[in-house]
């Protein structure tokens, strides 16, 4: 492979500039809340090794006000609640007493599975900037969901962030609806940071076939990988509900993230038909192979779709510096990897010593108006 082909391949590794508008973090603690004729929003809180759920109505200085669910109906978890009450009997809770307590102790909002599909490139300004130009595609994320507060390991990494809108199935999802017009009018709704080391994506990506989501599995499963926001909502109205929500985060007080789903380039029926259409594929992943959570064409319930990330990332490309390094470590001797794998190695040095990805101490939020908040520590 030559020096041409080198640069295009490391020109499409999934990621985008840092740029975004530089903001403070203002009002972390306070989030609006939909109105339940729009949403039901959940949380919960565990005490004495048990789960309460809320119905929340109001979001405000880092205290969170709700009806207690689990009193009311028995239900412990916002799926199951939903699955046997419905909508309008829940909705009705929210006229009954609130009681208040700090939003540090929320925590999981739903139980969750530990196999979700995953889409890259899924924002047109991203695809742009990473020269990604036959995705968006999908992949497997194989990791247990973790609290919105939970610390999130940095380790030997190259760290790096993405907030995703969370689409999580209410019961299985039969995906041949999509393609008939019957697919489902509600899904719950949370936030997700789809964490992701680009060392590891980088040296298990397919240099030929990017979207063939080769590697990002790899990339994006280690344990803490997917924090997950601390409210879990079900709007009535599903699609225009998702796509008006706001995608925000900052790295340290720094806006680093920022867009509306509406800008997606698969929407949430198109997603599904994605998934449909890759039945039966799998992907490498720990030496087996694994395919999107969709046995027999149905997504099981409780299962998460996140639906891509904006431009804001840290990786930004592989500079020019780290092309010839890398050339030249292969024409000197090195032709038993190919030239690409030379350079991705010389890239992941340089960013390790550039200091720019996350690193222990540094703090992350997601914050999104209806939807709740992400605080992440990175740790080692």
């Given at each position: 492979?030559g020096?041409l082909?080198?640069?295009?391949?490391?020109?499409?590794l999934?990621?985008?500039?840092?740029?975004?508008?530089?903001?403070?973090?203002?009002g972390?603690?306070?989030?609006?809340?939909a109105?339940?004729?729009?949403?039901?929003?959940?949380?919960?809180?565990?005490?004495?090794?048990?789960?309460?759920?809320?119905?929340?109505?109001?979001?405000?200085?880092?205290m969170?006000?709700?009806?207690?669910?689990?009193?009311?109906?028995?239900?412990?978890?916002?799926?199951?609640?939903?699955?046997?009450?419905?909508y309008?009997?829940?909705?009705?809770?929210?006229a009954?007493?609130?009681e208040?307590?700090p939003?540090?102790?929320?925590?999981?909002?739903?139980?969750?599975?530990?196999?979700?599909?995953?889409?890259?490139?899924?924002?047109?300004?991203?695809?742009?900037?990473a020269?990604?130009t036959?995705?968006?595609?999908?992949?497997?994320?194989?990791?247990?969901?973790?609290a919105?507060?939970?610390?999130?390991?940095?380790?030997?990494?190259?760290l790096?962030?993405?907030?995703?809108?969370?689409?999580?199935?209410?019961?299985?999802?039969?995906l041949?609806?999509?393609?008939?017009?019957?697919?489902p009018?509600?899904?719950?709704?949370?936030?997700?940071?789809?964490?992701?080391?680009?060392a590891?994506?980088?040296r298990?990506?397919?240099?030929?076939?990017?979207?063939?989501g080769?590697?990002?599995?790899?990339?994006?499963?280690?344990?803490?990988?997917?924090?997950?926001?601390n409210l879990?909502?079900?709007?009535r109205?599903?699609?225009?509900?998702?796509?008006?929500?706001e995608l925000r985060?900052?790295?340290?007080g720094?806006?680093?993230?920022?867009?509306?789903?509406?800008?997606?380039?698969?929407?949430?029926?198109?997603?599904?038909?994605?998934?449909?259409?890759?039945?039966?594929?799998t992907?490498?992943?720990?030496?087996r192979?694994?395919?999107?959570?969709a046995?027999?064409?149905?997504?099981?319930?409780?299962?998460?779709i996140l639906?891509?990330?904006?431009?804001g990332?840290i990786f930004?490309?592989?500079?020019?510096?780290?092309?010839?390094l890398?050339?030249?470590?292969?024409v000197?001797?090195?032709?038993?990897r190919?030239?690409?794998?030379?350079?991705?190695?010389?890239?992941?040095?340089?960013?390790?010593?550039?200091?720019?990805?996350?690193?222990?101490?540094?703090?992350?939020?997601?914050?999104?108006?209806y939807?709740?908040?992400?605080?992440?520590?990175?740790?080692?």
């Open positions: 492979m020096f082909r080198a640069g295009i391949f490391v020109m499409t999934l990621g985008s500039t840092a740029a975004g508008a530089a903001a403070q973090a203002e972390f603690g306070t989030v609006e809340i109105p339940v004729a729009e949403a039901l929003t959940f949380a919960r809180v565990q005490e004495d090794g048990h789960h309460r759920l809320l119905l929340v109505s109001a979001y405000e200085e880092g969170v006000s709700g009806v207690d669910v689990t009193a009311a109906l028995g239900a412990d978890d916002p799926i199951d609640a939903y699955a046997a009450h419905g309008e009997a829940i909705a009705a809770l929210a009954g007493r609130a208040r307590m939003a540090g102790r929320l925590t999981l909002p739903a139980r969750l599975t530990a196999s979700h599909i995953a889409a890259g490139t899924n924002f047109p300004e991203h695809a742009e900037e020269t990604v036959d995705g968006p595609f999908l992949f497997p994320k194989e990791v247990e969901p973790t919105f507060n939970a610390p999130v390991p940095a380790g030997e990494a190259l790096d962030y993405e907030v995703e809108l969370c689409f999580v199935a209410l019961a299985p999802v039969d041949n609806g999509a393609l008939d017009g019957t697919a009018e509600r899904m719950g709704l949370m936030l997700c940071n789809d964490v992701t080391d680009r590891a994506l980088m298990n990506v397919d240099p030929n076939d990017v979207t063939s080769k590697g990002f599995t790899t990339g994006k499963s280690a344990p803490g990988f997917l924090p997950v926001g879990f909502v079900i709007p109205e599903l699609r225009p509900f998702a796509e008006a929500a985060l900052w790295r340290n720094e806006l680093k993230q920022s867009a509306t789903q509406s800008e997606a380039i698969w929407d949430f029926d198109e997603l599904l038909r994605q998934t449909k259409a890759r039945e039966g594929m992907w490498e992943y720990q030496g192979q694994v395919g999107l959570p046995p027999g064409g149905t997504i099981p319930a409780r299962t998460a639906a891509g990330t904006p431009d990332t930004h490309g592989v500079n020019k510096s780290a092309m010839a890398g050339l030249w470590d292969f000197a001797g090195g032709w038993d190919p030239v690409t794998a030379h350079v991705v190695e010389r890239h992941i040095a340089q960013e390790k010593a550039s200091g720019d990805y996350l690193k222990p101490g540094e703090r992350v939020q997601i914050a999104v108006r939807l709740g908040e992400i605080d992440s520590t990175i740790v080692e």
